[in-house]
Structure formats: structure tokens, C-alpha cells
């Protein structure tokens, strides 16, 4: 399928404005938490807003990257932008936390087509030389959000209350789903092809289980260990159950064929890196720069904004640099090295050195990050059959999301107990705030900051080891250039054309 170059600027515009739409989801919310669960009576249930969310996104996208492959992308595209409408209507309307987490359900499926589907269309409709390109177009929408979604969902909430969050997604998304119906091409499903159903079920029971279990042991309440154990048991043998039905059946949810092609396999790899390694850290780091570095929390705020920002700019030139020559190879072996440096001069860094040399460091790992974050979506999409194309994207998606999430959980636990472990003789759990510390005694600010430091020279090199199993990855990647020419679909076989 060609698509004429206007055809084209009007799909990435709409693309883009939908993912932007999705990704803003994630962010914008944070800011509102606490005015939500507090009108909503429900500040202990004020996990489930986010929860719910991210769980259902999660558990949906290798879902609907098999039905993207069954039923044709678009028209599930247009069904998630739609539920995602809907939903966004009805988190205005919750008047309780229950119908709230509801509605954030609906959202989070929505999000999870609106995140996937992009991708999806483009590994479709765009030859391959051009995916990184347009991927890395659209997948600025995320770092963007991360920027401005914080800063928009407060402004929001306090001009116009905490519902309108929710309810300016209707004529955002009403002007998506014309430009969507307009701008993408039909595209063809396998209609014939049968869905696995118990294959989808299992893994969705697993990916809930090991969600829950990670979210468990990070929120580090009390009595909640047999919780995560049972958690993480029932996640274990389900994974087990999924590879078993996986192996049997004709149409597997998530084909296993994926893992035995080296450049599929090392590109999930790499994007379980990314979620190990970037996405697990980033939101723990401005507490530690407060504490090490004595900071504000205002101020606090500028490393992560250095980290996006980088991945940001690194995603948009490497995208467009890997279009222009084909060769892929060396931006993720380059990227993850720049990221294990940056995350490795973190961890050698003595607590009182001015800010920008933190914003610095972690401005290389966004960098590094960004250098390979879209492009190994191009190369498992050319590198998987076309028919699979759906599946194999929502692959390469999943993974990052299970990493990020399960390895979380772990540096929030680290972090915990060590800081606990360390506390100066005399202060409570209770009294390590930013804010008690601004007033405490000097040489106490300064035992607190060690404190910090130490506990997070481990994570650091824990990270920076990710990232260089990453660079083993990405020297494992097959050795060549991004096709021009858009494949052809394969023939259908007489089994499933009859």
C-alpha cells in the first residue's frame, strides 16, 4: 500500500495527535491525585486511580496486537479511540472511587490501543526505511507528555476543576477520530484466522498477577508479603500455562516463533532494557535529589526534565538519521553505552556537587535511550512477517512495560530498606522529609545526604549492568539495511484462504 505524500503528513498528524492523546493519560493525573481522592472520599484508595489504569493497559496491548492482526489495524484503532472518548466522559461523571476505577479501566484499554495501534498502522502502511522516521515522530508524544502533563493537569484542576482532566480528552479526541477516519487507509486483517482465547486469558491472568505482585511490594505496607507471594506464584505458573498453550495452538496470542529470530529476540531485549533501566528509576530520582542534593522539590525537577528532554532530542535525530541510511545497528550498541556511562557516573557521584552535573548525567542516559527507543520497533516490525506485525509490536511494548513495572518495584524496595537501615541515630521514618530536613541541623542534612547517596550507588550500577547486557544485545543484531520497498503481504495458505 502507497500512500501519497499528503496521504502520509495527514496520517502522522493524526497518529501523532492520538498517541499524544494516550500518553498525556499517564501524566496529567499525578498532578490531580490528591484533589481527586480527596473530593471522592477515597485518600485510601487513591492507588486504584492509577492502578486500574496502567494494569489494564498493560494486560490489553498483546490483545489487541493479535486482533490488529486478525481484524485490521485500523478498525481497531478507531474502536480504542472511541472506548477511550467514552471512558474519558465517564471519569468526569464518577461520583465515587468504584465508578472512577471503572471508567479508568475503559481508559486504560483505550490507552493501550491509542499507544499501539500507531505503530502498528505505520509498520503496515510505511516501507521500512521510512519507520524511523515516522515512529520517532510519533513517539516524541510521550516524552512531550511526561513534560507538559504535570504542569497542564495542575493547571486544569485548579482552573476548572479535577473532572475537566478527564473531559478535555472529548473534543481533543472527537477532532482524533476525524482526522483518524479520514486519514487511515483501510488495511486488510486475516479474518479467518482464529483468535487464542485461552492463550489471552492466561497471559492476562499472569500479567495482573505479576503487576499486583510488583505494585504489592512496592507500596511496602504491612502484612501484605503473602499477598505478593501468592502474587508471584500464581504469575509463575501462569507464565508456565502460557507457554504451554502458546506451543499447541495454530494462532498463538503472542507467537513464540518471535523469539526464535535473533533480530526480533534481541530487540525485545533491548526494549525490556529500556524499561529496566530508565523507566524504573526515573520517578524515584527527584526524592533523591532533594535529599542528596538539598534541593527543593521544584528544583528537584530539572534532572528528569534533562533526561526527557534528551530522549526527546535523541529520538527525533536518530529516527531520522537511520531513515536517511537504512543501517540501524549502531545507534542501539552507541545509545545503551551512552546510557550505562551516564547511569555509572551517577553512581560515582559525591552528594553537594551543583545540580547540573546530575542533569548532565542523566541527560546521557535520555540521550542513550532515546537512541534506539523507536528504532528497534522498525527493525522487529521488517524482521517479523508481515501478517504478525501487530503482535510482534505489542511484543516489543509489553516486555518494556513488565519490565519497568516488576523493576520498579525492586529499586523502590532497595531504596526503602536501605534507607531505613541507614537512618542517623534519633530520626524517624517519619522525619526524612524534604521539608524536615531544609530545617534540621546542618551536619544532619549532611548525614541524610550520604545516606542517599550510598543507598543509591547500588541501583545506579544495578541499572548501568541492564544497559550493558543491552550493549550485548544490540552487537548480537544482525549486521543490515532497512528495505525501501514496502513487503508484500505473504499469500495466504489454502487452509486458511479456503
Known amino acids: 500500500m502507497s500512500l501519497s505524500p499528503l496521504r502520509l503528513r495527514l496520517l502522522v498528524i493524526s497518529l501523532l495527535t492520538v498517541s499524544f492523546l494516550g500518553a498525556l493519560d499517564h501524566t496529567v493525573v499525578a498532578t490531580s491525585l490528591a484533589t481527586i481522592s480527596g473530593e471522592l472520599g477515597a485518600v485510601d484508595q487513591m492507588s486504584w486511580i492509577i492502578v486500574s489504569y496502567t494494569l489494564a493497559s498493560t494486560v490489553l496491548l498483546p490483545v489487541l496486537g493479535k486482533l490488529a492482526d486478525v481484524v485490521g489495524a485500523r478498525a481497531v484503532f478507531l474502536a480504542s479511540l472511541v472506548l477511550f472518548i467514552v471512558a474519558s466522559l465517564f471519569c468526569g461523571m464518577a461520583q465515587d472511587v468504584v465508578q472512577l476505577t471503572l471508567a479508568r479501566i475503559g481508559q486504560g484499554i483505550g490507552s493501550a490501543g491509542l499507544h499501539l495501534m500507531p505503530q502498528t498502522i505505520i509498520g503496515t502502511v510505511v516501507a521500512p526505511r521510512e519507520r524511523p522516521r515516522i515512529l520517532s515522530i510519533i513517539g516524541a508524544a510521550f516524552p512531550i ?21 478527564f473531559w478535555i480528552n472529548l473534543p481533543v479526541g472527537v477532532v482524533a477520530l476525524v482526522l483518524a477516519i479520514i ?12 483468535f487464542d482465547v485461552a492463550g489471552a486469558v492466561t497471559l492476562g491472568v499472569s500479567v495482573t498477577a505479576l503487576v499486583l505482585a510488583a505494585g504489592w511490594a512496592s507500596s511496602e505496607a504491612p502484612g501484605m508479603m503473602p499477598a505478593v507471594i501468592t502474587a508471584a506464584v500464581l504469575a509463575v505458573v501462569g507464565f508456565g500455562v502460557f507457554v504451554m498453550i502458546e506451543l499447541r495452538v495454530a494462532e498463538p496470542v503472542v507467537p513464540l516463533r518471535h523469539f526464535a529470530d535473533r533480530t526480533v529476540l534481541m530487540c525485545i531485549v533491548l526494549s525490556t532494557v529500556i524499561g529496566v533501566g530508565l523507566f524504573s528509576v526515573v520517578s524515584y530520582v527527584p526524592t ?7 534541593t527543593s522539590a521544584t528544583v528537584s525537577g530539572l534532572v528528569p526534565i534533562a533526561t526527557v528532554f534528551g530522549m526527546l532530542v ?17 545507534f542501539p550498541v552507541v545509545g545503551t553505552a551512552l546510557a550505562a556511562i551516564g547511569l555509572l557516573v551517577m553512581a560515582a557521584l559525591p552528594p553537594g556537587l551543583p545540580l547540573w552535573v546530575p542533569m548532565a548525567a542523566m541527560g546521557l542516559v535520555g540521550i542513550g535511550t532515546g537512541a534506539f527507543m523507536n528504532i528497534i520497533v522498525a527493525v522487529a516490525q521488517s524482521a517479523a512477517p508481515r501478517e504478525d506485525t501487530g503482535s510482534v509490536t505489542a511484543t516489543i511494548s509489553l516486555v518494556r512495560q513488565i519490565g519497568s513495572t516488576t523493576a520498579t518495584a525492586v529499586v523502590g524496595g532497595v531504596i526503602g530498606a536501605g534507607v531505613l ?11 526524612l522529609t524534604p521539608q524536615a530536613m531544609q530545617s534540621a541541623p546542618a551536619a544532619l542534612q549532611l548525614e541524610v545526604a550520604e545516606l542517599y547517596s550510598a543507598v543509591l550507588v547500588p541501583v545506579f550500577i544495578g541499572l548501568a549492568v541492564a544497559y550493558l547486557v543491552g550493549v ?27
Do not use: C, F, K, N
Open 314 to 330: 535523541s529520538t527525533l535525530l536518530t529516527g531520522w538519521l537511520a531513515s536517511r541510511s537504512g543501517r540501524y545497528r549502531a
Open 145 to 165: 507528555a511526561i513534560l507538559v502533563g504535570p504542569l497542564l493537569g495542575g493547571v486544569i484542576t485548579d482552573a476548572w476543576g479535577w473532572r475537566w482532566i
Open 472 to 498: 550485548v544485545a544490540a552487537l548480537l543484531l544482525p549486521h543490515g539495511r532497512l528495505s525501501e520497498e514496502l513487503e508484500p503481504r505473504p499469500r495466504e495458505t489454502a487452509d486458511t484462504a479456503a
Open 421 to 431: 537501615a541507614g537512618l542517623p541515630a534519633g530520626v524517624v521514618p517519619s522525619q
Open 288 to 294: 533523591y535529589i532533594q535529599m542528596a542534593y538539598r
Open 183 to 194: 486519514a487511515v487507509p483501510h488495511i486488510e486483517g486475516r479474518a479467518r484466522r482464529r
